[in-house]
């Protein structure tokens, strides 16, 4: 995708994000039907990028809580970034994954817990959001969107007992 696509293509999930989040919440539930039907095989892209499922439990509901997110490898961990498509808030996801401390991912067929660790300003978090923008240059168009600072956090493996 180009670098005008890709803008238009942030700018329009900012649009959506803002404007209308219940198409967004609908189209999100049908592509996490999808991936989960499919053990990954449907639904793994979003604007011709990897993704992944959290599932994250919510801190008011207690109820299971998917996202799809940007595919960003680092080593054995994840990066995610709570852009919101450039929303003036953080996204409930990571408020939910920060409150619990962790979640469950489902990358294609594996599913496995993760820890969260939030990123405090710095090499390791300015590592992350450039993988991050190689993964998906809609990102730095997010931050451009918003006032906020984008959070950044990284999910490790948990141990299988954990």
Not at 14 to 25: H, S, T
Not at 129 to 158: C, H, M, N
């Amino acid at each position: 995708m180009s670098d005008v696509a890709m803008k238009a293509s942030a700018r329009f999930s900012n649009l959506v994000a803002r404007r209308f989040p219940a198409l967004g919440r609908t189209t999100t539930a049908r592509q996490v039907e999808k991936y989960r039907s499919s053990g990954g095989r449907k639904g793994n892209t979003i604007v011709g990028r990897p993704v992944f499922l959290l599932d994250v439990v919510g801190r008011s509901s207690g109820e299971r809580r998917p996202v799809m997110l940007m595919h960003v490898p680092r080593g054995d961990q994840l990066v995610v970034v709570a852009s919101a498509a450039g929303s003036d808030t953080t996204p409930n996801w990571y408020k939910n994954l920060l409150a619990a401390g962790g979640a469950e991912v489902q990358v294609g067929a594996d599913r496995w817990s993760v820890a969260a660790r939030e990123l405090e300003d710095g090499p390791e978090r300015d590592e992350c959001w450039s993988l991050a923008a190689a993964v998906y240059p809609g990102f730095d168009s997010y931050q451009q969107f918003t006032e906020r600072r984008i959070p950044v956090a990284v999910l490790e493996r948990r141990a299988p007992d954990s």
